[in-house]
């Protein structure tokens, strides 16, 4: 939810209380009470669908960094070990594949670092025997591979929650636009059934109406902000 998003529904949320609050007199005036239900029900959907796509993208992308962390860690070892065998072998190739930093994996594309992954662990299973001395046994190559595969299985679930997540999203605005019409076409017109026999409350009610951008510290830009509603009086 972006900002501007949360300041309609902090609006959304006053206005509620305020209709809500004011139930008993508003039951005389038409259909004024099934309004301000559809209007609670879509509040309340905005919020779910919030959620859905905060989960859909904090969970996969702290999986996703703890396997890259993981990864890398498993990856520097066996760089340095197949260098060093490089050097001793006059293999200039060995070496300008390995010679890596930590800094650099860690700046590494998603797609980049899984494909370096799966490169070093070959180069590595082709060279086992050979660097077993140098301390790089068996095992090691084996958790090489396993982090490589966690690491490539996280980086597809993110890409999933990317879709997810958009998908979410959309379906928020959609709730966005529906809370705003139900105002607009609804609410607004029958506060003017209202106006006569409740001037007070219908005062309160456009005053409710006004979206207030709590999150802009300049205070030219929140005062005028304040100073407009969302919508005119119909």
Do not use: W
């Amino acid at each position: 939810m972006n900002k501007q998003q949360e300041n309609r529904l902090t609006m959304y949320e006053g206005l509620l209380v305020l209709l809500q609050t004011n139930s008993a007199k508003l039951q005389s005036f038409g259909m004024i009470s099934s309004a301000v239900t559809e209007f609670a029900g879509t509040v309340s959907a905005i919020k779910t669908k919030s959620v859905e796509v905060d989960i859909a993208t904090v969970g996969k992308v702290a999986t996703k960094f703890g396997a890259q962390e993981a990864l890398a860690i498993a990856l520097l070892p066996v760089c340095s070990t197949l260098y060093v065998y490089g050097r001793k072998q006059g293999d200039a190739e060995i070496q300008a594949r390995v010679s890596i930093s930590e800094t650099r994996l860690h700046h590494m594309r998603d797609t980049e670092l899984a494909s370096f992954a799966t490169g070093l662990l070959d180069l590595a299973t082709a060279h086992a025997a050979d660097i077993a001395p140098f301390g790089v046994p068996a095992e090691m190559i084996a958790g090489l591979k396993i982090k490589t595969d966690t690491y490539s299985a996280a980086i597809g679930a993110r890409e999933v929650s990317v879709a997810e997540r958009k998908g979410a999203r959309g379906s928020m605005n959609d709730l966005f636009d529906k809370a705003d019409e139900l105002l607009h076409e609804e609410l607004d017109r029958y506060m003017e059934l209202i106006r006569g026999a409740e001037r007070e409350f219908y005062n309160k009610y456009f005053s409710a109406r006004v979206v207030k951008d709590i999150g802009i510290r300049h205070r030219a830009a929140v005062e005028a902000a304040s100073a407009q509603p969302v919508a005119a009086n119909p």
